[in-house]
């Protein structure tokens, strides 16, 4: 059973960074992509970004050049790091996986098993 568990949410003003992880469990994370998704209140969830097994990274446009996606393979574990955070990125965060061995983009219906989310909240 995949299990994937976010952390490092919190409260930050504008401007600031927060680094978010995601711990992941039930088979070999190094085979498989990561992506992070938010969803703001009021809003449909959006992609953020996405790392591939092999490193690969994409971004949504909004983030690009803020936010910068890695993983640690050795401990199972996928990072956002967010910097000049804005009021707008204020959210839920989410990491996702997809079940088999595929570079998803950000379609969310590629990612199959999904963490519990953490909260962003980026005050002005």
């Known amino acids: 059973q995949v299990q994937l568990v976010e952390s490092g949410g919190g409260l930050v003003q504008a401007g600031g960074s927060l680094r978010l992880s995601c711990a992941a469990s039930g088979r070999t994370f190094s085979s498989y992509s990561m992506g992070w998704f938010r969803r703001a209140p009021g809003k449909e969830r959006e992609f953020v970004a996405r790392i591939a097994w092999n490193g690969g990274t994409y971004y949504a446009e909004s983030v690009k050049g803020r936010f910068t996606i890695s993983r640690d393979n050795a401990k199972n574990t996928a990072y956002l790091q967010m910097n000049a955070l804005e009021p707008e990125d204020t959210a839920i965060y989410y990491c996702?996986?997809?079940?088999?061995?595929?570079?998803?983009?950000?379609?969310?219906?590629?990612?199959?098993?999904w963490g519990q989310g953490t909260q962003v909240t980026v005050s002005s």
């Open positions: 996702a996986t997809p079940q088999g061995i595929i570079v998803p983009g950000s379609n969310e219906r590629l990612y199959d098993y």
